[in-house]
């Protein structure tokens, strides 16, 4: 090699030398900034690879009745969902899963395009509650579908049939409940309507979570750490489910629409309430579908209202104990007071029928007489002599026209006229005339049952307006715990001697042979009650109507009640929609007043009554 | 043939160096195969068999004169190209591609070898001339080049290919080719690059360039080796996750990752001083190989030792690049590390030709 060849031949390989070093410090000092430098960003991004949270779900509390009795449980089941992440390609996936489901793909579509927003990790539960087919039929597709996640999760189980207004159901929870409420994140199931949406936060418990490892095909390698999901706070409720049952046994043997509401005259406890007709909660436990859900809102009897609560009636001839006592107390009656019924009356030159019309009226009548019988004349007098802002004034102190703040959401307030209310609302003066269709709780005046029964509970317990409310006690692990009970709304200063005389004209109304309410008599147990009709058109209106509609014409019936009449137990109300009248209803409360005093001592339980409601209309 | 004193100048540094590579290879790819869910694999202890082996092969090309191989060269270049035509037609295809001769048990990748040798070829042609290479020259030793490269891409293994041009390139250069002509090859190729994106490339290695631009635009499909890629060396940190520890290369994120992403792994595991510790290896076996080339003994010592050296060198900092996510991501081994018999063989073939020229610097 000659020197100029090995010194050209030296140049070049140091040349080359000192580019080989500076690549690998450029190499080096790259791999500097990604592991150093960016170190904090791509270990997260490495624990997201391969670290999967996975939401355990809380059970919600139990619900007991008040002798803890478990009404509303949890179950377990399955659901199917969907990981994005996942996913090579989600319109192939979402048609896989439909044909193995046999579910509608446009449906799993919306689904996951609701929840696009969240992380692609997450899960979208496309089945709730999936059988055991469905479950057997997407793991056999496992390989084909690694997008699809089998997780069990508690689901609520109602009793069969009852108090399901009462319970309420359960929900997805929907964008504005997420924005309105501390706590809640999509997908969270929540109480909807009843109990479980006016105690969510008690019932819904913390979830849990569970941290696992998973491989480049999301496949669980190894549980990291698990945070057991805490079940949500039981509540003991004020229900006796015999009581209850009871009442919905009445309303399957009357066959009747209605609502019903008992409580313990004492507390304001909640023994049963209802409302007819009813939906099964179930089918919203489990994620209610589009069709079962169009149809419960489309159907005319609106299942979906509670009426206990929601649905405003004219009270009726119910109304004429507020009447009675108002006059009593306002000092322009005395029980003694007679009024003399041929059938109908005259007020400002217009005719007022008593419902005995066709039979002759009562004849000479007093206070108690006059409850006894219903007579209308009776209470056209009295009411004609107090005005209707007295009427107003008693009728609200015991409960009615207001709302009786019961915990359940969505409650609606009734109306009890005044002069006052009149000049507001319709911007025109009272007419007395007015006062006289008031005085017989017709015209103006609607109430919800709810309402009735604090109202009878009031009569009941000397004048005490009692708030009813359904929490018992609560036992968030820790033991049960009672409740503390709303206070009292107002206890009236009325004088024992005009209650007492009240009181005998409803026990007089069910157990004298010439009484309306004689469908609820039960031996040795005193039962007090009052019948009322609530006209749902006029007599004129209803032959004019004859023929031209399908809707129900028939007027509707109450019934309220309480029992023993000294010392009363029990007081409530049974309202039937198009129930003709109260002696219906009061057949209803037969049944439940029976199967109360069987248990309380001891007897076996009446079996489900079979009731022949009568369809024709006499009464008032 | 092999004289008793040469023994004491072989360079015991660089192989020490070379087999402490191996033996870390080795290492990474017990960490990321073996699994003790589904047992353990056995692909280290194939990886072992082949390292005896290229340390075998490694003794012959030590032991004999590397003139005599030089002398053989254009033997061994025709065998090479009729091996890599028998590949096109006879050989075993696996994920698309025909690269391997199946011998029995094991399967022989001829193109690793073809490495060898056009080394060996160029080294003979560039020696044979006077002065500096002029164009007729270039364009014998090119079209030398050329023959193996397109057999090879035509299997297709556009990767081990491309690693044979730096071969031509460095030789030359070391030949004294004129650093105008050098521009003018680079400037020709990057002329070339649209004509081959039209006309060349495979839909698949487009989408991998494309994708190496902006992996997140199919971070599922080719771009997500390379996001990958950049996650497990990141995450690894300034000491690592631990020996099997980390989470990318043992739950499978990162794909073959014994063979092409072994770099990643070691990143990961044993983090930024881990990688020092390897580059800083590499390096030290580069440089000393350089070093073997300028005592070289004459210049066919030195155009071999460096077109040896050439590819080598290529591959390595192509993969490790690619192993941080800043490359394309290219079937290209990391040599003495990766996973792969051809590649050890040849690989260590290759350092037995290094030793061989600075051992025989004093000989005649």
Redesign the interface.
Known sequence: MSIEQRRLLTVRLTILQYVICVLFAVLAVSFWVIQVVQHQKFQEMAENNHQRTLGLRAPRGVVFDRNLKPLVQNRRSFSISIVREHSQDMNRAIRLVSSALGIDEGGIRATVERHRREPSYRPITIVQDATAAQVASVLARRLELPEIVIEQVPTRQYPESMAAHLFGYVGEVTDSQVNDQEGLKSGDIVGQSGIEKIYNSKLMGADGARRVVVNSVGREIRTLDEDQPIEGTRLQLTIDSEVQQAIEDGFDAIGLNGASVVLDPNNGDVLGLTSHPAYDPNTFAAGVDRATWASLNSDRDKPLTDRALQGRYSPGSTFKMAVALAGLEEGIITPDFHVYCPGHAVFYGQDFACWRKSRGGHGSVDLRTAIERSCDVYFYTVGNMLGVDRINKWATALGLGVKTGIDLPNELQGLVPSTEWKRQARKEKWYSGETISVAIGQGQVSVTPVSMAVYVSALANGGTRLTPHLLKAVDDGSGWKPASPPKQESKLAIDPDMMRAVRDGMWMAVNNPSGTGGAARIEGHDVAGKTGTSQVISNKGRQAAKGKTDRNLNDHGWFVFFAPRDNPEIAGVVFLEHGVHGGNAAMVVHHILDTFFAKKEGRPLPPKPVLKPNMNPSMG | MFERRLYYHIDWALLIAVVALCALGVVMIFSTTSDP?RGTSHLYVTQLYAIALGLGAMLVTLTLDYRTFSDKSHLLYFALCGLLVYVMFFGTAQMGARRWIQLGVVNLQPSEFAKVGVALVLAKFFGEQRGSPGAAELAIAGGLTLIPVALIAKEPDLGTAVTLLPIFL?VA??A?MRMRVLGIICLCAALAAPVAWKFALKDYQKSRISTFLDPSQDA?GAGYQQI?A?????????SGKGFQQG??GQ???LPVAHNDFIFSVL?EEQ??AG??VA?GL??FV??RA?QA??LA???LG?YLV?GVLASF?FQV?YN??MS?G?APVKGLTLPLMSYGGSSMIATLAGFGLVLNVRMRRFTN
């Open positions: 869910t460095a250069y070391l004294g599922k990958q950049r996650i497990t060396v990141g995450s690894g940190g300034l989470t990318q739950l499978r994120f990143a983090g930024f990688v020092l580059l590499y390096l580069i440089l350089l080339a300028t003994k004459d210049r030195s460096l060198t900092i490790v690049t941080a800043l």
